[in-house]
Each structure stands twice: as structure tokens, then as C-alpha cells.
């Protein structure tokens, strides 16, 4: 079973080390030693907490419905304006996300560099890669 140094799980649950060492002390997630003695955190067990902690984030009142359920909060990157499309792109995380929309959408929603968004995914055909 693959398992995770404290600073390889922050940085997939996107937050700091100094986050993911708290959450660890504080129980919230298992630790144990690995051969050279770092804290390091079972693929499983990340996996469950991954999920938990996701799920304790959706209380927020201003979230919109929607039927998309991968979000992606982040911050606005950049914006490319065309006559009738747009190209917008959201860092989230170590996420970068890409959306093509029109224009017209991105000035509605008044879209701008350096604010926060949520980029939602829905798919039919999600490619995953084994890292």
C-alpha cells in the first residue's frame, strides 16, 4: 500500500504542511513511522480523510446547486477575450484548470484576474494517470 510523507498529503489535499502536521496531532488523521522514521499516512486512510474533509467543506450557505459535483476552488489566472469566446483559467490547488466559454458569460459573471472562482467539471469521459 502506497503511503504519504506529511508534506505529499498537504499538498494533495491543498493545504499547508503545517496543516496536514496539525490535523495529524490533533487524530484527525492516522500516522505512523515509516523505515526512516518520518510520519507518513496510509493511501487509504489519506483517501477517507480526503473524502471527509470534503464533505465537512460543503456547509458553506453560499454555495450555488448544481448537479456538478467536482469543484475546484481557486483564483482567476488569466483571461484571454476573443470577439466571441473566451479562455479562462483557474489555479486551484495544484490545479490548473482550463475553461473555453464565451464571452459574453465570462463578462456576466464579471470574471477578473486575481479573483476567486469555482471551476465545476462535468464529464462522460474522465482519463486518469497513475502517478
Not at 63 to 78: D, E, L, M
Not at 95 to 100: D, E, G, I, Q, T
Amino acid at each position: 500500500m502506497q503511503s504519504y510523507t506529511i508534506g505529499q498529503a498537504a499538498r494533495l489535499l491543498g493545504v499547508s504542511p503545517d496543516t496536514a502536521r496539525r490535523w495529524a496531532d490533533a487524530g484527525r488523521v492516522e500516522t505512523r513511522r515509516d523505515e526512516s522514521g518520518r510520519r507518513v499516512i496510509d493511501g487509504t486512510s489519506l483517501a477517507a480523510f480526503s473524502v471527509e474533509l470534503a464533505q465537512s467543506e460543503d456547509g458553506d450557505d453560499d454555495v450555488s446547486y448544481t448537479s456538478a459535483r467536482n469543484a475546484f476552488p481557486g483564483i482567476v489566472t488569466a483571461i484571454k477575450l476573443g470577439d466571441v469566446a473566451a479562455q479562462v483559467t483557474i489555479q486551484a490547488g495544484p490545479h490548473r484548470l482550463v475553461s473555453l466559454l464565451t464571452r459574453e458569460a465570462v463578462e456576466e459573471l464579471g470574471l477578473e484576474v486575481g479573483m476567486q472562482a469555482t471551476a465545476r467539471v462535468k464529464s462522460t469521459n474522465v482519463h486518469i494517470d497513475r502517478t
